[in-house]
């Protein structure tokens, strides 16, 4: 994390535009309402416009990124997501999972998801865990973007 601490003051001139086009191409295809948890959510650009149709928590290891987030947040990893058993309506994450253990980020965003929580996550096209995302998503609608694969799904169909 400390990349990321790093470079938290200018994270967002980088990527604000690309996440948005994520955060606007994942609108289109679910209707997010509930409890929303943002899997990876850095200064929150992905997690702030879902403020509108949800209650959001922004949870990311990097704390200095956190800190620009001024809605609620909670510094964790995406395998070790530090809340109960079926506790999210919505899951989202955007561009963040190629850095962990996949299959470890994956049981625990269904450990909390509700049963038919709605799941959002745009993946690295360009990640050499690409195959074994698609493969561990299978069930999961994709949608090719510029740079990212978008998958959309729900826990049920989370294996």
Do not use: W
Not at 43 to 60: M, N, Q, V
Not at 109 to 117: F, Q, S, T
């Amino acid at each position: 994390m400390k990349y990321y601490n790093s470079i938290s003051k200018g994270y967002d001139e980088l990527h604000k535009e690309e996440q948005l086009k994520k955060v606007n191409l994942i609108l289109k295809h679910l209707k997010p309402k509930g409890l929303l948890l943002d899997v990876g959510a850095g200064s929150g650009i992905s997690t702030k416009p879902f403020e509108k149709y949800c209650r959001c928590i922004a949870l990311d290891p990097s704390i200095e990124l956190l800190k620009q987030y001024k809605g609620t947040k909670v510094l964790g990893k995406a395998e070790s997501i530090p809340f109960p058993d079926k506790t999210f309506d919505v899951i989202i994450s955007i561009t963040a999972l190629h850095h962990t253990n996949l299959k470890k980020a994956l049981s625990e965003i269904k450990r909390v998801a509700k049963p038919n929580a709605k799941i959002a996550i745009s993946f690295l096209k360009k990640s050499k865990k690409l195959n074994q995302m698609k493969k561990l998503l299978k069930n999961f609608k994709q949608i090719e973007e510029e740079k990212d694969m978008l998958f959309i799904g729900s826990a049920k169909h989370l294996e």
